[in-house]
């Protein structure tokens, strides 16, 4: 049976639905090909709990010099008449750490607290920190102890916060992050030091001078977990005491706390006793696993959300990760732009399309085409339209699209969309910007026939890379142009041809050779760099023999 006579538990107040463990983190889902899912997380973040229901874990001990510590019945009993014992975390020392802590009042009482950032039991020759409340639960101080000697670094003070009835409970916490440390009551901050003697060590719990001590529970997370920037910190007014830290004053309030600062962060586990991960789908459990893995296969197309928790025994279920959510289309169309800068001449603007069949049935005769929202929000098109057959586990890329912008095309940005369906609805689509630069001089009438789309949505076999070819030999503008102190230009070959590209300056001179030799058919973009070169202009010249021969030119500025 459980006694109140001086019951001391430290447990971490977790401000979770299920429970007191940590949570995994880094929850990630992968959607496959027919639904399946691949779950991976990361294992909960390193803390430390020790509940004394199977014993004390090989890395918790306790000073057991008189032999007052004993563990019985789910607990570890401290029965000390006259000096500070300890019990603590032996395996792993903490720099930045939160240790949190709750005792119940008893009768006949002196001093218990939390230790932290010491070297060992609380014994002569031991150094460390330690939060006390004490006498009767009314006030609340800090020692440092070096080499056995006891010095205050925070004084006894009365709080407002403390719990003084007998059988009442109060939490303790400790927040220490470099040398500074910040103090907690029930939840309410109460104070702060700052002391760099001791940087790194061990913790636990310690008691002094009562009758009788029960530890349920001790737990210290890796981290220092802050108080929110917006809370605003309650400091109580000082109050004098005397030398045994009673107030002066005994008209100590005892009123309701003001400022009830909110648990943030996760809780700590229980060592040696992880059971099981727990998957969720849409809040329904699907499965367990001990690894840091699970596969889940949907029934449906559909969106899904994942959830995965940590079981520990006796603990119970950590607070979920996640969520995560997976949106399973049966068909998905990806685009990405690659030349997405169009001078104000006009030009290509060019893109990779992806296309992904989730399910094992075949699509026939589906409909592919594109069309542009113009800079003043007006769509335009179709500008390409041809049918294709999708295959059950389609997975393929088709890289070098192109897409012509003429000249008198308005300047702005656009949006390029590519849509698979049934014309005009569509069933997928996706999209990218494109910029034109400016209107050129040049032309003389707007022609939607200059809206001219080169490549062939080619659906290779499942796996591949198709390659869309050019429809004609061709050098593209330079951009930028001026530029400084380097321009890029692409060069279209519909076959495979010996191709050069040279630079020239104003007196014919060659200051470049960018291509001389076979190349292989389709779109391939040069860089000019200009690096060493005077200032003024060059001639860019793309020569195949009988298919080719232009020039572009470009002003180098400094």
């Known amino acids: 049976m459980k006694t109140i006579a001086g019951v001391m538990t430290a447990i971490l107040l977790a401000a979770c639905a299920f429970g007191q463990a940590i949570p995994p983190i880094n929850l990630n889902a992968d959607l496959l090909l027919a639904g399946e899912v691949s779950l991976t997380w990361e294992p909960p973040p390193d803390g430390l709990v020790e509940d004394f229901n199977d014993g004390v874990a090989d890395g918790f001990d306790y000073y057991p010099a008189d032999n007052i510590w004993y563990v019985d019945d789910g607990y570890l009993k401290c029965n000390s008449w006259s000096t500070w014992k300890s019990a603590w975390f032996t395996n792993l020392d903490f720099d930045d750490f939160t240790l949190e802590g709750e005792f119940v009042n008893s009768v006949s009482t002196n001093s218990r607290g939390l230790l932290f950032r010491a070297d060992g039991p609380q014994a002569t020759g031991s150094n460390g920190y330690a939060f006390y409340v004490a006498y009767n639960a009314v006030n609340y101080a800090v020692y440092r102890y070096d080499n056995g000697s006891l010095t205050l670094v925070n004084d006894w003070t009365p709080s407002s916060y403390i719990n003084t009835g007998v059988g009442d409970s109060n939490r303790l916490k400790v927040v220490g992050s470099g040398s500074s440390f910040d103090l907690y009551i029930n939840d309410n901050y109460v104070s702060s030091f700052t002391d760099a003697t001791y940087p790194t060590g061990m913790v636990g719990a310690v008691a002094s001078s009562i009758v009788e001590t029960w530890y349920d529970e001790i737990t210290c997370l890796y981290g220092a977990v802050m108080v929110p920037e917006a809370e605003q910190r309650a400091v109580e007014p000082g109050v004098v005491c005397d030398e045994f ?27 040696d006793e992880f059971i099981e991960y727990r998957v969720y789908r849409d809040g329904s459990f699907i499965g367990a696993t001990t690894t840091e893995a699970f596969t889940d296969y949907l029934p449906q197309p559909g969106e899904y959300e994942y959830t995965v928790t940590a079981y520990y025994d006796p603990e119970g279920e950590s607070s979920p990760a996640g969520p995560m959510l997976v949106n399973w289309e049966p068909v998905v169309l990806t685009l990405t732009g690659q030349i997405t800068t169009v001078p104000p001449e006009g030009g290509l603007i060019y893109y990779d399309a992806s296309l992904l069949n989730t399910l094992p049935q075949t699509f026939n005769n589906v409909n592919w085409w594109t069309s542009v929202i113009l800079p003043n929000g007006q769509a335009f098109g179709p500008l390409a339209f041809q049918n294709v057959t999708i295959q059950g586990f389609m997975d393929v890329t088709i890289q070098g699209l192109a897409q012509n912008i003429p000249e008198l095309a308005p300047t702005g940005v656009y949006t390029f969309y590519g849509n698979l ?13 494109f910029e034109k630069l400016g209107v050129g001089t040049s032309a003389i009438a707007f022609d939607p026939a200059d809206w001219v789309s ?5 659906l290779a076999a499942d796996g591949e890379t198709a390659v869309a070819l050019p429809s004609a030999y061709s050098l593209s503008a330079a951009y930028p142009n001026p530029f400084n102190p ?15 590209v040279t630079v020239y300056n104003i007196a014919s001179q060659r200051v470049a050779t960018l291509a001389d030799g076979m190349t292989s058919a389709g779109q391939h973009e040069y860089t000019f760099d200009a690096s060493g070169l005077a200032s003024g202009l060059y ?10 021969n232009e020039i572009r030119k470009v002003t180098l500025l400094r």
Not at 454 to 458: K, N, Q, S, W
Not at 486 to 500: Q, Y
């Open 421 to 433: 369906g049934f014309f005009p609805n569509s069933i997928v689509s996706d999209s990218f910007e």
């Open 454 to 458: 080169e490549g062939e949505f080619a």
């Open 486 to 500: 380097s321009t890029s230009f692409s060069v279209s070959l519909p076959d495979a041809a010996e191709l050069s």
């Open 245 to 271: 830290g009673q107030p002066l004053d005994d008209q100590v309030s005892r009123s309701t706390p003001v400022l009830d600062v909110a648990q943030s962060g996760s809780a700590s586990r229980e060592i």
């Open 539 to 548: 001639f860019v010249q793309a020569v195949v023999p009988g298919q080719l």
